[in-house]
């Protein structure tokens, strides 16, 4: 945070935060007075405190909600007009499927150009998706599983 408000004199506009918990306050703490965190992914909602833990875990989706609520609420009531914003893809496809698909298409267009990379941990024939979730299952995979229609792989 020092770092970010020795070069910024103020904070930045916004911070992309896919860890959430505790996390995003420290996000929080990044942004200028009027920005906004954007909270998504939530990789804390795995047992262990997610991606820092030493322990594999499985999703707990109803672990982090009240604290979140609490960020977001923080936001509104507390000086300085930092936002804590969710962003959640699956809730979007449901309940703003026009704005869904622009995001697809803007997110598939920034591929295409290779402005964005993803990180795949590992990439496996379709046949193995059982394999794949059960990858998934135990924790402790860095990045994306990618399946792959047979003879694509490469």
Do not use: C
């Not at 939530?42 to 833990?53: P, V």
């Amino acid at each position: 945070m020092k770092e970010i408000h020795r070069l910024t004199s103020e904070g930045v506009d916004a911070v992309f935060d896919p860890i959430g918990g505790t996390h995003i306050w420290r996000s929080r703490k990044a942004l200028r007075p009027g920005g906004r965190v954007v909270a998504y992914g939530n990789t804390t909602s795995l047992r262990g405190e997610g991606l820092a833990s030493d322990r594999p875990g499985r999703r707990n989706r109803l672990h982090g909600i009240p604290i979140f609520a609490l960020y977001i609420a923080g936001g509104w009531l507390l000086p300085g007009r930092k936002r804590v914003i969710p962003y959640s893809i699956q809730w979007l496809k449901r309940l703003r499927p026009v704005l869904f698909r622009q995001d697809l298409i803007a997110l598939f267009d920034l591929l295409r150009q290779q402005k964005i990379k993803p990180l795949i941990a590992e990439r496996l024939p379709l046949a193995e998706a059982r394999h794949a979730q059960e990858l998934l299952g135990k924790g402790g995979v860095i990045g994306k599983i990618v399946l792959v229609p047979k003879g694509l792989i490469t």
